[in-house]
C-alpha cells in the first residue's frame, strides 16, 4: 500500500561524485515535492513540480536539480555532492482537492 | 511571508498523562494546518489537520484546537503512551495551485513509561 515511495533508502556517494535520488508515487497526485531535512532540523523545500511546471525555491543551491518525466515519477540530481549535502532527502506528493501533503519514507544520503 | 514558530522544542512527559505542543503563525491568510509525527529514519506522517473554517477537531486521543484571531494552533495527545515519543511539527499553508508548507521547528516528545 506504499503511496509515496522512495529509493535507495540509503545512498552512500563520494565527495563530487553525482548522484541521483529517485521517487515515485502511486496517488496520481499533480504536486511533487524535494526537500531537505538535516539532523533536528524541519524539512526545508528545495522545489516542487505542479505537473510539468519546475518551482525552485530562491535558496535552493544551483547543485540540486530535478527531472520529472511523467506524474509517477520525480528525481533528485546533485551534481557535485559535498559533505554539507549529507541530509535526509525527503519527497512528497500533493493531490491539492484536500491539500494534504504525503511524505515518502526519505532517503539518507551520506557523502564521504 | 509566512513564519511558523513551534514551542516547546523538548517536551517530557509520563505515560498515561496528556502533552499539548503549540504553534503561532504569522499570515493571517493561511487557511491549512497539518501536523507531522515523524519518528526516528522515517518521513513525517500526517496526523491530523484542521481548516480555518473549523475550531477544533478530535481523532480519537489526538485533538487540534485553532484560534484564528490570535493566530495560534494546538495539538493535544492525551493519555500517552510510549510509542508517541516521536518528533512532532506543526505546518501552516495557502490552500492554492502549490500546497506549499511553513513548517515549525519541531518538538521532541518523550513519553516515559
Known amino acids: 500500500d506504499a503511496m509515496v515511495i522512495q529509493n535507495p533508502r540509503y545512498q552512500v556517494t563520494q565527495f563530487g561524485k553525482p548522484v541521483t535520488l529517485s521517487c515515485s508515487q502511486t496517488?496520481?497526485?499533480?504536486?511533487m515535492y524535494w526537500y531537505q531535512q538535516k539532523s533536528s532540523q524541519a524539512p526545508k523545500l528545495l522545489f516542487h513540480?505542479?505537473?510539468?511546471?519546475?518551482?525552485n525555491e530562491a535558496d535552493t543551491p544551483d547543485n540540486f536539480q530535478s527531472r520529472r518525466p511523467n506524474t509517477s515519477f520525480c528525481f533528485l540530481d546533485i551534481r557535485s555532492p559535498g559533505l554539507g549535502d549529507a541530509a535526509m532527502y525527503l519527497c512528497?506528493?500533493?493531490?491539492?482537492?484536500?491539500?494534504?501533503?504525503?511524505f515518502g519514507p526519505g532517503t539518507r544520503l551520506t557523502v564521504l | 511571508g509566512e513564519n511558523v514558530e513551534q514551542h516547546p522544542s523538548t517536551l517530557s512527559v509520563q505515560e498515561g498523562d496528556s502533552a499539548v505542543i503549540k504553534c503561532t503563525y504569522s499570515?493571517?491568510?493561511?487557511?491549512?494546518f497539518p501536523w507531522y509525527k515523524q519518528e526516528l529514519g522515517k518521513g513525517p506522517q500526517l496526523i491530523i489537520d484542521?481548516?480555518?473554517?473549523?475550531g477544533e477537531k478530535k481523532d480519537q486521543r489526538i485533538a487540534v484546537t485553532l484560534n484564528k484571531t490570535a493566530k495560534h494552533f494546538s495539538l493535544h495527545i492525551t493519555e500517552t503512551q510510549p510509542e508517541d515519543s516521536a518528533v512532532y511539527f506543526c505546518?501552516?499553508?495557502?490552500?492554492?495551485?502549490?500546497?506549499?508548507?511553513?513548517f515549525g521547528q519541531g518538538t521532541t516528545l518523550q513519553v516515559k513509561p
Open positions: 512528497a506528493t500533493n493531490g491539492l482537492a484536500s491539500n494534504e501533503q504525503f
Open positions: 496517488l496520481n497526485h499533480n504536486v
Open positions: 513540480y505542479y505537473d510539468k511546471d519546475f518551482n
Open positions: 499570515d493571517s491568510a493561511s487557511n491549512y
Open positions: 484542521i481548516r480555518s473554517n473549523v
Open positions: 505546518a501552516a499553508s495557502i490552500s492554492s495551485n502549490t500546497g506549499k508548507l511553513i
